[in-house]
């Protein structure tokens, strides 16, 4: 059973750059379609990106199109979510999420595998 740990969350200023990471382990992320979600509070969680388990097939929300990009190391079994241009409505706690599945799906109950979530907040 995989575990995902993510990290690399922090606070920043709009405009700023972040990159956040999800590392797994107890399996390898190859095998896995990747996701990350975000959940701001009072908010449902949403989805923000996804990579199908073959790595060639990209999907952002039209909130983050452009600004985002979602990516992943083989070789450290990590999927990584580079954040560019933040705004301040960005701001939420960042999941990454993995399913067994070829491909991306976009909501929460679609996804086997969760990690703890990293703050990301961005101030004006």
């Known amino acids: 059973q995989v575990q995902l740990m993510d990290s690399g969350g922090g606070l920043v200023q709009a405009g700023d750059s972040l990159r956040l990471s999800c590392a797994a382990s107890?399996?390898?992320?190859?095998?896995?379609?990747a996701g990350w979600f975000r959940q701001a509070p009072g908010k449902e969680r949403e989805f923000v990106a996804g990579m199908s388990r073959s790595g060639d097939r990209l999907y952002y929300a039209d909130s983050v199109k452009g600004r985002f990009a979602i990516s992943r190391d083989n070789v450290k079994n990590t999927v990584y979510l580079q954040m560019n241009s933040l705004k301040p409505e960005d701001t939420a706690v960042y999941y990454c999420?993995?399913?067994?599945?070829?491909?991306?799906?976009?909501?929460?109950?679609?996804?086997?595998?969760w990690g703890q979530g990293t703050q990301v907040t961005v101030s004006s």
């Open positions: 107890g399996g390898a992320f190859s095998y896995y379609t």
């Open positions: 999420a993995a399913r067994s599945g070829l491909l991306v799906q976009y909501t929460r109950v679609d996804y086997d595998y």
